[in-house]
């Protein structure tokens, strides 16, 4: 990667939502999602492009097709209002006209995949794409006449709905959802903070420790920004970290007692199974696998006779023990 300053050359990574979508519609799946991400790396050749993360599986309501699979409709919570309206607002009817063309709801199924544009070193040099990959299949009959829909609700979404044997429609897709700009989004976030931001405090106490000069943040860990409405009602941005390995990581929960050599013994053992320095602390951080009565136990050593931490990763857990912030 060339020395060039990244504020230099962010220009060069300026990616539009048109020009992903653009790119998500002409680009079709394959096993792999080999030429997505080959199409993108055209787009930005100074930096590495990877597949971070792949979503489970997620499900929603799809459109309308006849019996043959010709496309009614694309969305089918929209016909079925309007053609409500059409019908007089009369149940009945709309019933029976559904009923005489044989009409089929169809489900979307897809993952959302998460890219990665890395942009340089630190922990929010990274732009994340979630792009979706979606398939769509037949579902149900659009009316079941062994238990008709009693309101539109019930069209909708049927408690007791009428399966079908399952066929595709189309072929599988991309659809593109949202960009992040790491570093722009934590700037324009943290433009509103009193203090520091959670993960903003994350951010820089991974770019000052070993885990910062050792890995890159977006290989274990993804963001998640969304909106909120405040306590006055006003609409406030944020962001959630979340790692996204499925490593078969240890729980460190149960550490008391525990000091010296024996404690760094099980720490050392957690940061190898993570493949990075301090990868405890920040795991802590999380909430889900590590104690922060680790952090605690750490600490007690690390001012006594013990002196196992990195002079940088000390400053960063004497820091988070006069203020404890978790994410």
């Not at 009428?162 to 960009?179: H, L, M, V």
């Not at 001012?303 to 404890?324: C, M, N, Q």
Request: include cysteine; hydrophobic fraction near 35%; proline fraction near 5%.
């Amino acid at each position: 990667m060339s020395d060039e300053p990244l504020e230099a050359k962010r220009h060069h990574t300026v990616l539009t939502g048109p020009q992903l979508a653009d790119l998500c519609k002409t680009t079709l799946p394959n096993q792999n999602d080999e030429q997505l991400l080959a199409n993108i790396q055209a787009l930005v050749p100074d930096y590495s492009v990877r597949l971070a993360f792949t979503g489970s599986e997620w499900y929603r309501l799809g459109g309308i097709v006849d019996r043959h699979g010709n496309r009614v409709a694309k969305d089918l919570v929209e016909w079925i209002e309007r053609t409500y309206i059409e019908c007089g607002k009369d149940l009945q009817t709309l019933i029976d006209h559904t009923c005489h063309q044989q009409l089929i709801a169809t489900r979307q199924t897809g993952n959302t995949l998460s890219i990665v544009i890395q942009a340089g070193v630190k922990a929010e040099d990274f732009i994340q794409l979630d792009i979706d990959r979606i398939r769509e299949m037949s579902d149900r009959l659009l009316v079941s006449q062994t238990h008709p829909p009693e309101d539109l609700e019930d069209f909708i979404d049927p408690l007791v709905p009428e399966c079908i044997s399952t066929f595709g429609i189309g072929t599988a897709r991309y659809a593109y959802r949202r960009k992040v700009d790491v570093a722009v989004f934590m700037a324009e976030l943290n433009k509103y903070q009193l203090d520091p931001h959670p993960v903003q405090r994350f951010m820089d106490d991974w770019n000052r420790s070993s885990a910062g000069q050792k890995a890159l943040l977006s290989e274990d860990w993804m963001v998640r920004p969304f909106r909120h409405t405040g306590r006055f009602g006003e609409q406030c941005i944020n962001i959630e970290l979340i790692n996204n390995q499925s490593k078969n990581m240890p729980q460190l929960d149960e550490v008391r007692g525990k000091k010296g050599v024996q404690l760094n013994n099980l720490l050392t053992r957690f940061d190898r199974q993570a493949g990075y320095p301090f990868a405890w602390f920040f795991y802590m951080l999380e909430g889900k696998r590590v104690s922060p009565q680790c952090a605690v136990s750490v600490f007690e050593d690390i001012s006594g006779d013990f002196s196992y931490l990195p002079e940088r990763d000390a400053l960063v857990l004497k820091e988070w023990i006069t203020s404890p912030y978790n994410i």
